[in-house]
């Protein structure tokens, strides 16, 4: 028996075979967009996180005033 031949090129990734695809089916503008629409969208999620995070800060150094009670 013989030993299987060893491959000289590596197997594209599920993301290099996805890109080659919509490589294909679309055309560079429209590539181009859907990759800044997908920035934006990461941009906007790790914004939300900052400002859950920078809320959680005010809220644990800000102190909370005293409930004041009518006589």
């Given amino acids: 028996m ?3 031949p060893v491959r000289a ?3 594209p990734s599920f993301t290099t075979a ?3 695809v919509e490589a ?3 055309n560079g503008g429209q590539r181009t967009a859907r990759r800044n ?3 934006s969208v990461l941009e906007d999620r790790r914004r ?3 400002r859950v995070e920078a ?3 005010l809220e644990q150094t800000t102190p909370v005033p005293p409930l004041t009670t009518r006589p």
Wanted: cysteine-free.
């Fill in 24 to 26: 294909l089916l679309m």
């Fill in 2 to 4: 013989q030993a299987a």
């Fill in 55 to 57: 809320q959680r800060v």
């Fill in 48 to 50: 939300a996180k900052d």
């Fill in 37 to 39: 629409a997908w920035t």
């Fill in 18 to 20: 996805l890109r080659a």
């Fill in 9 to 11: 090129t590596a197997i």
